[in-house]
C-alpha cells in the first residue's frame, strides 16, 4: 500500500489544488470529501470514489477499506492529514470523489414532484442549509439557476453536513430551467416582494417548484413574469428580508403539509 509523508508529493499538491481552486475541479472532474459519516453518504448516494487518504492513528487501514472497497488506499501522515483536512474536528480520512453531472436532463422526477429552485445563491453557507431542508422534507430536487459558486465548494461540501449527496441536484440558466418546468407542466411559485399573494393560499398538492432569489436583490424579471403565481411570506418587522434558506423551509414544509407529509 502506498505512503505519502510530504506536503511537496505532487499528487498531495494537486490535492490542496482541489480544495482551494474551483477550476481544478472541473479540470480533474474530482473533488475532497473530508470524514467518514460524509463518504458513507457520498457512496451511498451514487458517488464513486478514487482514492481514500487515512492517518493511521486516528483511522485504521481496516475502516478506510470497510467505507470503500475499489477506491485506491493511501496512507498519510499527520502534516500531510492537515495541509489537506478542512475541519477542525476530524476523523482521519479523506476521499477523492468523482463529480456528478449537473444537467437539467439528469434528474429523474416523480409523477408529482416537488421542487425547489434557487437563483444564484452566493454564500455556501446559504446553499447547504438549502440543501439540508430539502433533505429533510425528501424533495424531488433542487436546482441551481445561474450559480454563483461551484456546488462541490469545500465549504458546500462542510455546511451541507452530506446533504450534496443525498440530494438530485441541477444546474442552468434561469430560461433553460423555465423551460424545463414549462415542459413537465410544473407549476412554479416564486417569492418576491412584488405583485405577490400570500404564500399559503395556493395550492401545491400539484406537481409544484418553489422558487427563491437572492436576500439582496430577490427573483430577477424574468421568473416574476413566467410565474405561475407570486408569493409572499408575510412579514410584521422592520424589515422585509428573510435569510433565504429559512424563507425556503417555510415554503417546502408548507407544500409538504398539503400534501400530507
Given amino acids: 500500500m502506498k505512503q505519502i509523508s510530504s506536503v511537496q508529493n505532487p499528487f498531495i499538491k494537486s490535492?490542496?489544488?482541489?480544495q482551494e481552486k474551483a477550476k481544478a475541479r472541473k479540470q480533474s472532474g474530482t473533488f475532497l470529501i473530508e470524514g467518514k459519516r460524509e463518504i458513507s453518504i457520498a457512496i451511498k448516494g451514487g458517488y464513486e470514489m478514487e482514492t481514500l487518504l487515512f492517518l493511521p492513528e486516528i483511522c485504521s487501514e481496516t475502516e478506510a477499506r470497510q467505507l470503500s472497497k475499489s477506491a485506491d488506499l493511501i496512507?498519510?501522515?499527520?502534516?500531510?492529514?492537515?495541509?489537506?483536512?478542512?475541519?477542525?474536528?476530524?476523523?482521519?480520512?479523506?476521499?477523492?470523489?468523482?463529480?456528478?453531472?449537473?444537467?437539467?436532463?439528469?434528474?429523474?422526477?416523480?409523477?408529482?414532484?416537488l421542487i425547489l429552485v434557487a437563483e444564484?445563491?452566493?454564500?455556501?453557507?446559504n446553499i447547504g442549509a438549502i440543501l439540508r431542508t430539502a433533505d429533510a422534507a425528501n424533495l424531488d430536487a433542487v436546482i441551481i439557476a445561474n450559480p454563483k459558486s461551484d456546488l462541490y465548494n469545500p465549504n458546500i461540501v462542510r455546511s451541507s453536513v452530506g446533504c450534496l449527496f443525498t440530494n438530485q441536484i441541477a444546474t442552468g440558466t434561469t430560461s433553460e430551467i423555465i423551460a424545463f418546468l414549462k415542459e413537465r407542466k410544473i407549476n412554479f411559485y416564486c417569492a418576491t416582494l412584488q405583485n405577490?399573494?400570500?404564500?399559503?393560499?395556493?395550492?401545491?398538492?400539484?406537481?409544484?417548484?418553489?422558487?427563491?432569489?437572492?436576500?439582496?436583490?430577490?427573483?430577477?424579471?424574468?421568473?416574476?413574469k413566467e410565474a405561475t403565481q407570486n408569493i409572499i411570506i408575510p412579514m410584521q418587522g422592520e424589515i422585509d428580508s428573510m435569510n433565504v434558506s429559512v424563507a425556503a423551509a417555510i415554503l417546502i414544509f408548507e407544500a409538504k403539509r398539503q400534501r400530507g407529509f
Fill in 15 to 18: 490535492l490542496v489544488l482541489l
Fill in 75 to 113: 496512507e498519510i501522515n499527520k502534516e500531510v492529514y492537515q495541509k489537506l483536512a478542512y475541519r477542525d474536528t476530524t476523523e482521519g480520512i479523506l476521499a477523492v470523489a468523482k463529480t456528478k453531472s449537473l444537467q437539467l436532463s439528469d434528474l429523474k422526477l416523480s409523477k408529482n414532484p
Fill in 120 to 125: 444564484a445563491p452566493e454564500k455556501p453557507g
Fill in 196 to 224: 405577490s399573494t400570500s404564500y399559503h393560499t395556493q395550492d401545491y398538492t400539484t406537481p409544484t417548484a418553489l422558487v427563491v432569489g437572492t436576500e439582496a436583490t430577490g427573483l430577477t424579471e424574468e421568473w416574476r
